[in-house]
């Protein structure tokens, strides 16, 4: 089955204790995104990849790292969480290879709650 | 400063009528819009999509329409169906790259 898949789904955690939040596509696409989902402000862009080695700043990417060592993983850590990451995060995939559609398909999100 | 706005956080509609969500936008570097659609405890699903160089998509019940000069995007369901309750997303490409804004989202409930 054609996934995205994300760990944890749900995640507490003190602040500045280092978390990772990993995201695997199975759809061989070339670009993967995070995301993340607070209220009255919709889906905001933190990092995304367009390739093995290329990733690029989203909109909010302050407090955030990725990597994308392989192309089917990519991974989100939090070196140093502060209350304010507290939120839905998302990990999305698009485009395969020879194609020109670029709608995400979004994995089933992970809750992070940092006190 | 919000890019994309979806003015209405929800809409109430009966079924079998016509549901319209609506977008707007300020960034003229975008050139590529999709819709989402979210339920809950689940990741958005896409919808459908349409390129800045066009004004109309179809597909099936689902018609996005594209007025550039006025930076508005609508999506027309037709006819609606209980199982299209779901919070609505528009979202934006800017400038054929993979940098994507997201309006806050439409919660739109069908009546049976």
């Known amino acids: 089955e054609a996934q995205v898949t994300q760990n944890p789904r749900y995640l507490i955690t003190v602040t500045g204790k280092k978390l990772t939040v990993t995201c695997s596509q199975n759809?061989?696409?070339?670009?993967m995104s995070w995301y993340r989902q607070d209220p009255g402000l919709g889906l905001r862009q933190i990092y995304y990849?367009?390739?093995?080695?290329?990733?690029d700043k989203g909109d909010v990417p302050e407090g955030y790292k990725v990597s994308r060592k392989e192309k089917r993983n990519f991974p989100l850590i939090l070196e140093s969480p502060s209350p304010n990451q507290t939120s839905l995060y998302f990990c999305?995939?698009?485009?395969?290879?020879?194609?020109?559609?670029?709608?995400?398909?979004f994995g089933p999100g992970t809750r992070l709650t940092v006190t | 400063d919000q890019q994309v706005k979806q003015n209405s956080p929800s809409l109430s509609v009966q079924e079998g009528r016509i549901s319209i969500l609506n977008c707007d936008y300020t960034?003229?570097?975008?050139?590529?819009f999709l819709w989402y659609k979210k339920y809950p405890a689940e990741g958005p699903t896409f919808l459908i999509s349409?390129?800045?160089?066009?004004d109309k998509n179809e597909d099936g019940r689902f018609t996005v329409f594209l007025n550039k000069s006025a930076k508005h995007l609508s999506l027309h369901i037709v006819p609606s169906q209980p199982g299209d309750s779901a919070v609505y997303f528009c979202?934006?490409?800017?400038?054929?790259?993979?940098?994507?804004?997201f309006g806050p989202g439409t919660r739109l409930s069908v009546l049976p």
């Open positions: 999305a995939s698009s485009l395969e290879p020879g194609r020109t559609t670029y709608e995400q398909y």
């Open positions: 759809m061989n696409h070339e670009y």
């Open positions: 990849s367009m390739n093995v080695e290329v990733t």
């Open positions: 960034n003229s570097m975008f050139d590529y």
């Open positions: 349409i390129s800045s160089i066009k």
């Open positions: 979202a934006a490409r800017v400038n054929y790259g993979q940098n994507f804004v």
